[in-house]
């Protein structure tokens, strides 16, 4: 199963994460800061991985800068705690499934980025 995710584009994705927050009142800039946190990259950059359709294991693999501070992110999603997922692709996919419930529960944008 976890194979067929890794090789869903970024793009599939993104709707749903985006309608998940904007139902909740949270806007695609807050998203897009929360994407570009973890991985690195910039608007035009991520932009253009959505545009291209780029699979998750490669938007992962090649992202700019993986964020060190991603080690802050704990917890539970799907009912798998974070911090025991093994398969390192797994856990920033998890770990980025996250930074959206967070931001979908109303968390503030700078705890949700690790800032304090």
């Given at each position: 199963?976890?194979h067929?995710?890794?090789g869903?584009?970024?793009?599939?994705?993104y709707?749903?994460?985006?309608?998940?927050?904007?139902?909740k009142?949270?806007?695609?800039?807050e998203?897009?800061?929360?994407?570009?946190?973890l991985?690195?990259?910039?608007?035009?950059?991520?932009?253009?991985v959505?545009?291209?359709?780029?699979?998750?294991?490669?938007?992962?693999?090649?992202?700019?800068?993986?964020?060190?501070d991603?080690?802050?992110?704990?917890?539970?999603?799907?009912?798998?705690?974070i911090?025991?997922i093994?398969?390192p692709?797994?856990?920033?996919i998890r770990v980025l499934?996250k930074l959206v419930?967070?931001l979908?529960?109303g968390?503030?944008?700078?705890?949700?980025?690790?800032?304090g």
């Amino acid at each position: 199963m976890a194979h067929r995710i890794f090789g869903m584009s970024v793009a599939k994705v993104y709707p749903a994460w985006l309608a998940k927050i904007e139902k909740k009142g949270r806007s695609k800039a807050e998203l897009d800061a929360a994407i570009c946190w973890l991985t690195g990259h910039d608007q035009a950059s991520l932009e253009a991985v959505l545009a291209e359709g780029v699979s998750l294991e490669r938007f992962f693999t090649e992202a700019p800068r993986m964020n060190p501070d991603r080690a802050q992110v704990t917890g539970v999603v799907c009912g798998v705690r974070i911090e025991a997922i093994d398969d390192p692709l797994m856990r920033e996919i998890r770990v980025l499934d996250k930074l959206v419930d967070e931001l979908a529960k109303g968390r503030p944008l700078a705890k949700v980025l690790r800032q304090g």
